[in-house]
C-alpha cells in the first residue's frame, strides 16, 4: 500500500514564524502535491512538483514555498505564518503517466496560526 | 483551468436508502474523474474512478457514472450505512504542461441517519 506522512497533525505557531511542514512518500511517486483545505472551500492547490528540485505553482501559492530535494520528500514553508493561513494541510503523491493520476493522500497536518 | 462543481453540498439520508451526489465539469479534455472520501480526522482516501472511455462503473455498494456529452459525474451509493457519512469529493484530471493535476470540487457531506 501506498503510504504517505505527514511530519505533524496538529501544530500551533505564532504570527511571523517561519513553519515547516513535511510530506513523506515510500511508493517512488514522482509527482507531490500541497493542498490546503478549508470549510466550504474544498481542497486547494497550493503547489505540486513533478521530479525532484522541480516546483510549479498551483492555485494559490502566494505566502508559500516549496522544496523537493530528495524523491520521496516535500517540504511546505511558510515563510511568516499569517492567521488566515490557518488551515488544515494535505499532501499527496501519485504516479507520472497515462492511467497513473490516482493521488494518495496523507492524514493531514491542522495548523493554527495565533 | 478545469472547474469542478458539486451538488449538493450536504445530503441527508436514512439508513438503508440511496445517496446519489452529482458533479459538472468545465473542461472537455479531462478523462479521468475520481472519487474520494474523507472521514473525520482523516485524508481524502480513492473510493472509485471512471476514465472518459467508460460510462459507468460499480464496486459493490457504490458506483459512478459519467456523462461526457453533458460534462457531468455522479456517485451512487446503495443501502446506505452508518460508516458511509463523511466527506466526499469529486475531482477531474487536467493536463498541465503534460503532466496531470486534479481540480478537486468543494465536497459534500453525507450524513447516514440510523
Known amino acids: 500500500d501506498v503510504k504517505v506522512t505527514q511530519s505533524s497533525r496538529y501544530l500551533v505557531k505564532r504570527t511571523g514564524e517561519k513553519v515547516f511542514l513535511e510530506c513523506v512518500q515510500d511508493?517512488?511517486?514522482?509527482?507531490m502535491f500541497w493542498y490546503r483545505q478549508d470549510p466550504g472551500l474544498g481542497l486547494r492547490l497550493i503547489y505540486f512538483?513533478?521530479?525532484?528540485?522541480?516546483?510549479e505553482k498551483g492555485d494559490i501559492p502566494e505566502g508559500y514555498s516549496v522544496s523537493r530535494e530528495k524523491k520521496e520528500r516535500f517540504s511546505l514553508i511558510l515563510e511568516s505564518a499569517s492567521t488566515n493561513q490557518t488551515s488544515m494541510y494535505l499532501c499527496?503523491?501519485?504516479?507520472?503517466?497515462?492511467?497513473?493520476?490516482?493521488?494518495?493522500f496523507g492524514p493531514g497536518t491542522r495548523l493554527l496560526v495565533l | 483551468g478545469e472547474n469542478v462543481e458539486q451538488h449538493p453540498s450536504t445530503l441527508s439520508v436514512q439508513e438503508g436508502d440511496s445517496a446519489v451526489i452529482k458533479c459538472t465539469y468545465s473542461?472537455?479534455?479531462?478523462?479521468?474523474f475520481p472519487w474520494y472520501k474523507q472521514e473525520l480526522g482523516k485524508g481524502p482516501q480513492l473510493i472509485i474512478d471512471?476514465?472518459?472511455?467508460?460510462g459507468e462503473k460499480k464496486d459493490q455498494r457504490i458506483a459512478v457514472t459519467l456523462n461526457k456529452t453533458a460534462k457531468h459525474f455522479s456517485l451512487h451509493i446503495t443501502e446506505t450505512q452508518p460508516e458511509d457519512s463523511a466527506v466526499y469529493f469529486c475531482?477531474?484530471?487536467?493536463?498541465?504542461?503534460?503532466?496531470?493535476?486534479?481540480?478537486f470540487g468543494k465536497g459534500n457531506q453525507v450524513v447516514v441517519i440510523p
Open positions: 512538483s513533478y521530479d525532484v528540485k522541480m516546483k
Open positions: 471512471i476514465r472518459s472511455n467508460v
Open positions: 511508493m517512488d511517486h514522482e509527482n
Open positions: 473542461d472537455s479534455a479531462s478523462n479521468y
Open positions: 475531482a477531474a484530471s487536467t493536463t498541465y504542461y503534460g503532466n496531470n493535476r486534479l481540480a
Open positions: 499527496a503523491s501519485s504516479l507520472t503517466g497515462t492511467s497513473k493520476e490516482t493521488q494518495y
